[in-house]
């Protein structure tokens, strides 16, 4: 007797995915276009006035725990100012949780695709996420939402984002000139992305990591330097193309030595992730996974992190300084509500 197997390529498995969520979004909008419809005809074209009442006015999607430091403070303020916000967040252990907030309304949406069930059938004015790639991937832009705000998880110039991660959102609250300049060259070169609204309000994990690193202690001098390596993930990435031969070289010394590996590389370099942790447990290398990097930052004497993507971006921003003036980053400040507002007008 012979067995058939049916298998489904990843990659495959995906696309799938976001065709069976893309079919799903039509229907579903269909049904409810058509409900609306009949509603409006039964009632003598008279508005109940409930579809504004299901609206959420400010709502934040953070794919993950580690964007904390971005989003945080944006929470302060909103509660700060006694403002209703919804956080959305795909990790069950977030910090928000642990926040004891009035106005601010946490949320679990579940892991992997889950959040995309809710977040593409959403009612809001205004939806707040760094996650690159809104309608490209299975995050689909809801007919719902009226405007989608993207805030940067870095100060760089965006040039690592992958292509079409911010053409579809309308607003972006950049952390200074440089990414200003970036994304209006990119809009240049391609004519076909509508020009979003810029906003320049700084970077606001910078602001409070200054504050934490003012109020505390400064370390001693350490008898042994203490040497953090961060690298990136993806195949141009230190670990995927140097970890081996680097770990082995730096076990060699009398540092101590912190591999704290990308967020990411927990599910894309899982192998490759405890093959190495594996050769080097008895060894002066440690690995740091915490959510906070403050810490081991602060503890470390010198960081590692390059990757060729890194490099190249180094060296454009060196060559592009010696002919254009230095951007300074802008100190990070909380709109006033009246900007936010005016966000997507």
């Not at 069976?20 to 979004?25: E, L, M, P, Y």
Request: glycine residues 6%; contains cysteine; aromatic residues 12%.
């Amino acid at each position: 007797m012979i067995n058939n197997f049916l298998y489904i390529d990843p990659g495959t498995g995906s696309m799938l995915f976001s065709l069976f969520i893309g079919i799903a979004t039509a229907a579903v909008f269909g049904a409810k276009a058509l409900f609306v419809k009949l509603k409006f005809i039964l009632s003598g074209g008279k508005s109940s006035g409930d579809e504004q009442k299901d609206i959420i006015p400010y709502v934040i999607f953070s794919d993950h725990k580690r964007y904390w430091n971005v989003f945080g403070p944006i929470c302060e303020e909103f509660e700060k100012r006694k403002i209703s916000l919804v956080y959305y967040t795909a990790s069950k252990d977030d910090p928000v949780f642990n926040q004891n907030y009035t106005y601010i309304k946490p949320e679990f949406l579940g892991e992997g695709n889950k959040p995309y069930a809710k977040l593409n059938f959403l009612k809001a004015d205004k939806v707040i996420a760094t996650t690159p790639g809104l309608d490209v991937y299975q995050w689909k832009r809801s007919k719902g939402v009226k405007t989608y705000i993207h805030i940067p998880h870095s100060a760089g110039d965006l040039s690592t984002y992958r292509m079409f991660g911010l053409d579809h959102y309308d607003v972006v609250l950049t952390t200074g000139e440089n990414q200003i300049n970036f994304i209006r060259k990119m809009e240049n070169i391609r004519p076909s992305i509508n020009k979003k609204e810029l906003i320049s309000v700084g970077c606001t994990f910078f602001d409070e990591n200054q504050k934490r690193l003012n109020s505390t202690k400064t370390n001693s001098k350490h008898e042994h330097p203490i040497v953090l390596i961060a690298p990136s993930w993806g195949k141009s990435a230190i670990l995927s193309r140097f970890g081996d031969k680097l770990l082995t070289e730096l076990s060699k010394t009398d540092f101590k030595i912190i591999v704290r590996p990308h967020p990411q590389s927990l599910s894309s370099e899982k192998e490759l992730l405890d093959s190495l942790s594996k050769k080097f447990e008895n060894s002066n290398i440690t690995w740091n996974f915490d959510n906070d990097n403050f810490n081991v930052l602060n503890e470390s004497d010198i960081m590692i992190k390059i990757s060729v993507t890194s490099f190249l971006t180094i060296l454009s921003s060196l060559i592009n300084r010696l002919f254009t003036q230095t951007q300074t980053l802008t100190p990070f400040r909380m709109m006033p509500i009246g900007s936010m507002n005016r966000c997507g007008h």
